[in-house]
């Protein structure tokens, strides 16, 4: 069958154009609806992911207030352990100079002149002492000095004070000397000898 078309060509439609023009429609739907699609998607997603981060944090901190406690222990079981590791350096420093004082001590006797006694015996500081004590004469006091300068344990000795005084009416001389004491590492472990 022939068809033919008998409106004039000004109003003539291009069927061509026609079905271009409903393509080109067809297309721009499709492009929304998969425009649309993707962000439907995409929300869904981002969703998914949101909820699943949610439940993420809520385990930790499940697992976290789980661990409080022990953290807690922890915690006490360090603060003790400082308090102790303190202790320890106390009773160490105590020891290091336990043995010197001990030597100081010995030292002082072995070379303590015939009467003369010691009154006091003070560390005025760190290597530092101050010794006092009664005897019958300024000599003995020297060569009390004199045996102290020679030991390996005192040095710097000097006289503070030397005065007369009584003791049940005999007449002595109280004295105050003061001296250096060499550190712990430079004295020899072995005790002194008397000489």
């Known amino acids: 069958m022939v068809k033919i078309n008998l409106l004039p060509p000004e109003e003539r439609v291009d069927r061509n154009k026609v079905a271009l023009e409903r393509v080109k429609d067809n297309v721009h739907y499709l492009l929304a609806l998969t425009a649309i699609l993707v962000f439907a998607l995409f929300g869904g997603i981002q969703e998914l992911s949101i909820r699943s981060a949610r439940a993420d ?27 102790l590791a303190g202790r320890l350096d106390v009773i160490k420093r105590l020891d290091r100079g336990r043995l010197l004082r001990v030597r100081m001590l010995d030292g002082l006797n072995k070379r303590l002149p015939e009467y003369t006694w010691l009154t006091g015996f003070e560390e005025t500081g760190p290597g530092s002492v101050l010794i006092e004590g009664v005897t019958f004469s300024n000599l003995v006091v020297a060569e009390f000095m004199s045996r102290l300068e020679a030991s390996v344990l005192f040095s710097n000795v000097d006289l503070d004070i030397a005065q007369r005084g009584t003791i049940n009416e005999q007449h002595v001389v109280q004295f105050a000397l003061t001296g250096s004491v060499q550190d712990d590492s430079s004295v020899p472990i072995i005790l002194e000898t008397e000489e």
């Open 57 to 83: 944090v809520k385990e930790l901190e499940a697992q976290s207030n789980a661990i409080m406690p022990q953290l807690a222990r922890v915690q006490k079981i360090q603060a003790e352990k400082e308090e």
